[in-house]
């Protein structure tokens, strides 16, 4: 039988520790304009009270330099029920570096792993520590790679809607910077064919079109495939350009991976770029910035979708009122079921919240140990 925790007044964060996992894919992947053969993961193991939390980050293998240099200094010692003091303390301790990017990344990882021990040590759900509005949160399948063929496009897309029953799907399109949009009618085509009548089509062109092109693409996505979501159908970058296709098309646009604070997101949602915004606890700052992320969404009357990291999203989903669904992106789906106890089940399209204290999922130090890189 497990020790209980020692008395509250012992609750003080006394190990810190940050470990760094390159995952091949199982193919070549890309999107409209990168590509990629491998996924990264920075993971952070925080301790007090003989009580373990872990949080991770999808980003580059520098963010532990961030964690151990600038942000282990404001964590160890401090109390582990004040989550959101120490993160602010751990965003100011890297003033001179920076927020986007790596930084942002290493907060948002110790930032989850620190909310995870606050609610083992307290024995919650974190769903629960947040206040649920809902049991289950719904999720769209998340891949379609323009590396595919089409029977690989094909098997992943009956394996979402067909196996597991998710009736929302998404692939890569804007192949190659936009310089292949036959391929990507095609592929759109597919998709339709494959997932019958009843299944929502997402689309994501990661910034690879240009502004009419996007609206000229858009206008056929929806009139002949009945497409309902377009992702950075141009730069994320061109707020201007996101709400002149916004405004365009019937198509919901949708746009916010890249937000790393609240600033970010602010700026977006009043500049009317999206219809609804997405936000990544893996890189806004962890759970405390993607509730603000999520209620200034709300302050604008859109809803919130979580990108990526689905077992880490589904908790803080669960938390917010606006919610539209979670990306069940199938990269992050693999690894946190190969390298975690624990990961959510994705059938039903739906993920039900843990009854297991904190996020639930627990590394799985000797699996993992093949990757390690640092
Ligand atoms: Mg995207």
Known sequence: ?????????????????????????????????LEWSATTMVVVLVQAGGVTGTGWTYAGAGSKAVVEDQLSAVVLGADPMDVPGITEAGIRACRNFGRPGAVSSAISAVDIALWD???????????????????????????GFTTYDDATTASQLE????????????????????????????RVKLTRSVVGDAAEIYV??????????????????????????????????????????????????????????ETYFATMVAAG??????ADVT????????????????????????????????????????????EYFHDHHRIETMLFDGALDPRGGAL???????????????????????
């Open 352 to 374: 039900k919240t843990s009854d297991r204290p904190g996020h639930g999922l627990t590394l799985r130090i000797a699996a993992a140990e093949e990757f390690r890189v640092r």
């Open 159 to 186: 394996l979402w809607v067909g196996d597991w029953g998710i009736p929302r799907v998404k692939i890569k399109i804007g192949e190659s910077w936009g310089t292949n949009t036959e391929r990507d009618l095609a």
């Open 1 to 33: 039988m497990a020790m209980p925790p020692p008395p509250r007044s012992e609750w003080t964060v006394t190990g810190l520790e940050c470990l760094v996992f390159t995952v091949p894919t199982d193919q070549p992947e890309a999107d409209g304009t």
């Open 117 to 143: 021990l606050k609610a083992r040590l307290l024995h919650q759900p974190l769903s629960a520590l947040f206040g649920r509005c809902r049991a289950d949160v719904p999720i769209y399948g998340s891949g």
């Open 273 to 278: 770029a999206v219809d609804c915004l997405q």
């Open 204 to 261: 994501d062109a990661n910034g690879g079109y240009t502004r009419k092109q996007a609206v000229r693409m858009g206008r056929r996505f929806s009139d002949e495939y009945g497409v309902v979501w377009f992702e950075e159908p141009v730069s994320s970058d061109d707020l201007a350009g996101l709400r002149e296709v916004r405004d365009h098309l019937d198509i919901d646009v949708a746009a916010g991976e890249y937000g790393y604070d």
């Open 283 to 326: 890189r806004c700052g962890g759970y405390t910035v993607w509730l603000r992320a999520a209620a200034i969404a709300g302050s604008r009357g859109l809803q919130v979708s979580a990108h990526c990291a689905p077992n880490l999203h589904a908790h803080v989903a669960a938390a917010a009122p606006n919610l539209r669904h979670v």
